[in-house]
């Protein structure tokens, strides 16, 4: 959970980051959805050990402003001092009249469904976004295969797309697009997760990611899927 309140003492164990770290294919397909809307300018909240950090720096143009509120992540990360990443070790929320308007773009990535209050979270957001700036989430989908894994976690939700759609338009920003995102990571997450109580690690990750990933993202780039394991929104501030 991703505390409203400042809590240096917040410490969330990174499971999922530690395995995700691994995943350079399929971090590299989330990047390349969204780089056109980044802006140079960015917010990334909850960057963790920064596992995407380092995608969002490809743009050499970026500035990237990353929020870390656990220690642990913040202390871990591999960008403490490069000098085109400030990073912080706070919630965003309790830094928003410090950024009110600055940013080109706020990006989420796997993080919202860690947030108890997920709209406090998207109306602090608006805040620090400039206008005509972006938005910019990537979460699990389907409540319908919420696992043991995901409680452990610290996931309180997966979402539909219905709900994500209105949570962001209810927050006022205006929706330029929502999509499912890897159609076939489904079905081992039902059965591997879900049915059999599984967990990620290391080497399911990287096989997975070597070997599935360039072939969905193929896929998905000649038709857009009905259903998918991840969601990913962008939506702008007018």
Known sequence: ML??????????????????????????????????FTGTKIAEIGSGIGNFTQF???????????????????DASMHLNHKSVVSINENFENLTSNHKGQFDSVVFINVLEHIEDDKDALEASMNIIRENGHLIIFVPALMSIYSAFDRFIGHFRRYRKSQ?????????????A?????SLGVIPWLIFMKLLGGSL??????????????????????????????????????
Not at 213 to 231: A, W
């Open 3 to 36: 505390n409203k309140k400042s809590d240096k003492k917040f410490v969330y164990q990174g499971k999922d980051l530690e395995s995700m770290s691994f995943a350079n294919n399929y971090h590299q397909w989330i990047y390349d959805e969204i780089k056109s």
């Open 56 to 74: 969002l720096l490809q743009d050499n143009n970026a500035v990237i402003h990353a929020f870390e509120p656990c220690r642990k992540m913040h």
């Open 164 to 176: 994500l759609i209105k949570l962001v338009r209810d927050t006022g920003f205006t929706v330029n």
């Open 178 to 182: 929502c999509k499912y995102f890897d």
């Open 201 to 238: 690690n290391h080497r399911s990750v990287k096989i997975y990611d070597s070997y599935m990933v360039p072939l969905v993202k193929y896929l998905e780039s000649i038709c857009s899927p009905p259903v998918g394991k991840n969601l990913l929104i962008v939506a702008s501030k007018s």
